[in-house]
């Protein structure tokens, strides 16, 4: 039995990212190599060892510039400085260091593609690792399929959308790219902010129901418009790709064989 409950969280923690992926890369009207696709998933998971080498310094300096025993000071530290910003540095440098520099990126669906693949190759890993951490528990795993694992999906094309303006848009270009880099650094932040102080507050003797609300409510509400965002900016592109192809274009280039 244990072997059993061993064989099915592992399965429950890879799966979910998996699912998510084929779904985002089969939307795709022109689908990418999958050898560059899965080498973006392998780097992602890859990237786990410099995140928690640079993890701890980055605390360090969160520490400096905001101390006290608050639980949201405490939370805020965690998500932004031990989560948030070296996950998504990390992401960031495999997504326009090693994805945007391939040839075989060369429309903007292709940065959505990508940088749900490197988010997800990292959160797919970080699943794992919890699920071994925490006695393989199918709650931690089941619920970790219906949040986290869809917040990274959906931070990882955020970014992927910001590169795709930086590398086909003529203009705003080092904006895009700085967008790129820190808005899933905020939206990240922000969705771990009240969960790590909820979990800072387990030890006050007078625990605040309605902060403890707040806490439970704000990173769904968060997710839900970060996923629906996605959705419609994916539909969007999707539509455009079609117009695209109808018009006899292919991968990359127009009609007339100009690139995009």
């Known amino acids: 039995m244990l072997e059993v409950a061993i064989v099915t969280a592992l399965a429950g923690a890879v799966l979910p990212p998996l699912v998510i992926l084929w779904i985002v890369y089969h939307h795709d009207v022109f689908p990418e190599p999958p050898q560059v696709v899965w080498t973006c998933f ?5 990237i786990l060892v410099p995140v928690v080498i640079v993890a701890g310094p980055t605390m360090l300096i969160g520490q400096k510039l905001l101390t006290g025993s608050d639980p949201w000071v405490l939370g805020f ?8 910003i070296p996950e998504e540095f990390f992401k960031f440098l495999v997504l326009r260091f090693y994805a945007a520099a391939h ?22 890993l970080e699943n794992i690792l919890y699920a071994v951490a925490l006695g393989f528990s199918l709650l931690v795993v089941g619920l970790r399929a219906i949040t986290a694992i869809p917040m990274h999906a959906a931070l990882g094309a955020i970014m992927g959308w910001y590169v795709s303006r930086w590398r086909f848009r003529p203009y705003g270009r080092i904006r895009s790219l700085l967008a790129a880099l820190v808005v899933p650094m905020i939206l990240h932040g922000l969705y771990d902010w009240p969960l790590l102080s909820l979990s800072e507050m387990e030890d006050s003797p007078e625990p605040n129901l309605l902060l403890i609300l707040a806490s439970l409510v704000l990173p769904f509400v968060l997710l839900f418009v970060m996923v629906r965002r996605v ?30």
């Open 42 to 46: 392998l780097l992602g998971m890859a």
């Open 77 to 84: 530290l965690a998500a932004f400085f031990g989560a948030a």
């Open 103 to 124: 040839r075989a990126f060369n429309e903007p669906m292709d940065g959505i593609v990508y940088g749900v693949a490197v988010s997800l190759g990292f959160a797919t």
């Open 231 to 260: 959705y419609r900016m994916m539909r969007q592109m999707r539509e455009v790709q079609a117009r695209h192809q109808a018009a006899g274009g292919i991968e990359g280039r127009r009609s007339d064989g100009t690139p995009l």
